[in-house]
T-cell receptor, first 111, second 116 residues
Framework: KQEVTQIPAALSVPEGENLVLNCSFT??????LQWFRQDPGKGLTSLLL?????REQTSGRLNASLDKSSGRSTLYIAASQPGDSATYLC??????????FGSGTRLSIRP | SAVISQKPSRDICQRGTSLTIQCQVD?????MFWYRQQPGQSLTLIAT?????????ESGFVIDKFPISRPNLTFSTLTVSNMSPEDSSIYLC?????????????FGPGTRLTVL
């Protein structure tokens, strides 16, 4: 059974810092991995999708990497801004129709 | 991408009543899903909504409690029946454009339900 873990559960950093969020999964037989952002009381916004054959994806200040063999993914945020404050969720697709979510990292960027 | 809307955005309901949540997508999609996010928790898949047939429920979720309809490729409803305070959650509709394993999954804004 696939399990997805995110560390840390919460993170607070001053504005301008680069930071890394971690996601690990127990079963390396995945189709893809997706990072989402969730603002308080809101739905999910897709940030990056990495296919199982890819090593990383970039979008603006965000870079996500995938190491299937070790069951890990990281989300790198460069030059953090207060507007980046949100909960970041990692989700692994283990079948064509089902994705498993991690518990999320609650990120706070201090001005 | 797909634009998803949900109604209502939030509701406060009494114990024992039922609430139907609507999900509308701006384009035809193959897969539609319903998730629950309990306070402080991550998302849990309730069921896959199948067009023209019964939904496929995950372990721990049953049709009598969470009946789902999907009359076409752009619309689905989830009903939370005989509600109790434990049903207080955010309910999210999600779609996938095709049945492929490489597709991005998109989420609606969610319906915040509070049961008194």
């Amino acid at each position: 059974k696939q399990e997805v873990t995110q560390i840390p559960a919460a993170l607070s950093v001053p504005e301008g810092e680069n930071l890394v969020l971690n996601c690990s999964f127990t079963d390396s037989a995945i189709y893809n991995l997706q990072w989402f952002r969730q603002d308080p009381g809101k739905g999910l916004t897709s940030l990056l999708l990495i296919q199982s054959s890819q090593r990383e994806q970039t979008s603006g200040r965000l870079n996500a990497s995938l190491d299937k063999s070790s069951g890990r993914s990281t989300l790198y945020i460069a030059a953090s801004q207060p507007g980046d404050s949100a909960t970041y969720l990692c989700a692994v697709r283990s079948s064509a129709s089902k994705i498993i979510f991690g518990s999320g990292t609650r990120l706070s960027i201090r001005p | 991408s797909a634009v998803i809307s949900q109604k209502p955005s939030r509701d406060i309901c009494q114990r024992g009543t039922s609430l139907t949540i609507q999900c509308q997508v701006d384009s035809q999609v193959t897969m539609m899903f319903w998730y629950r996010q309990q306070p402080g928790q991550s998302l849990t898949l309730i069921a896959t909504a199948n067009q023209g047939s019964e939904a496929t429920y995950e372990s721990g979720f049953v049709i009598d409690k969470f009946p789902i309809s999907r009359p076409n490729l752009t619309f689905s409803t989830l009903t939370v029946s005989n509600m109790s305070p434990e049903d207080s959650s955010i309910y999210l509709c999600s779609v996938q454009n095709t049945g492929g394993s490489t597709d991005t999954q998109y989420f609606g804004p969610g319906t915040r339900l509070t049961v008194l």
